[in-house]
């Protein structure tokens, strides 16, 4: 099994921040990665897939980088709607999720 | 509107069964893989299950192997998960989401995800 593994576990930031979270795999993934966004109570919505892409709707202050093991998740400009928990989701060989990461407010 | 809902979640005894259903409207069912996804309370994302476009291919997580049964019937517009021999670790709440990848494909991204279903097995 692939084992997906996020860092930070928690994030605190601030309105305006520049947020990077990192994914690593246990194993090669090429850019099979994808990188979704929920809120409390609410169902995950899509951001990024095949690593870079951006989902359509997504604002263009999300991007995604990577390949092979060690992927980012980076918010250039931290916006209210953006605290919220991140997974990352590997589709290489079946699929795994990372444990998620926290961005909450500072 | 693209939609998907979920339906058939409840409180359950361990060792019980229960069927999940999900509606799809707003998009052409049968052009798209569909996946399960389940979220126990307070823990993160698990991908449960998937079937591709016509239902030839099929993928469980080690977890249900053997337990749960992925389903699609695209005459009704359809998505099912037979869940046999329940346990107390299989109570969460259950996402249908639509497979963001080619026709075979019953693993990939998800563009497209219901709201959620919750099952407790409890005694």
């Known amino acids: 099994d692939i084992q997906m593994t996020q860092s930070p576990s928690t994030l605190s930031a601030s309105v305006g921040d520049r947020v990077t979270i990192t994914c690593r795999a246990s194993?090669?993934?090429?850019?099979?990665l994808a990188w979704y966004q929920q809120r409390p109570g609410k169902a995950p919505k899509l951001l990024i897939y095949d690593a870079s892409s951006l989902e359509s709707g997504v604002p263009s202050r999300f991007s995604g980088s990577g390949s092979g093991t060690e992927f980012t998740l980076t918010i250039s400009s931290l916006q209210p709607d953006d605290f919220a928990t991140y997974y990352c989701?590997?589709?290489?060989?079946?699929?795994?999720f990372g444990g998620g990461t926290k961005v909450e407010i500072k | 509107e693209v939609q998907l809902v979920e339906s058939g979640g409840r409180v359950v005894r361990p060792g019980g069964s229960l069927r999940l259903s999900c509606a799809a409207s707003g998009f052409t069912f049968d052009d798209y893989g569909m996946s399960w996804v389940r979220q126990a309370p307070g823990k993160g994302l698990e991908w449960v299950s998937g079937?591709?476009?016509?239902?030839?291919?099929?993928g469980y997580a080690d977890s249900v192997k053997g337990r749960f049964t992925v389903s699609r019937d695209n005459a009704k517009n359809s998505l099912y998960l037979q869940m046999n021999s329940l346990r107390a670790d299989d109570t969460a709440v259950y996402y249908c989401a639509r497979v963001n990848g080619p026709l075979e494909a019953y693993y990939y991204s998800m563009d497209v995800w219901g709201k959620g279903t919750t099952v407790t097995v409890s005694s």
């Open positions: 079937i591709n476009w016509i239902g030839g291919s099929t």
């Open positions: 194993q090669s993934i090429s850019s099979w």
């Open positions: 989701q590997q589709y290489n060989i079946y699929s795994t």
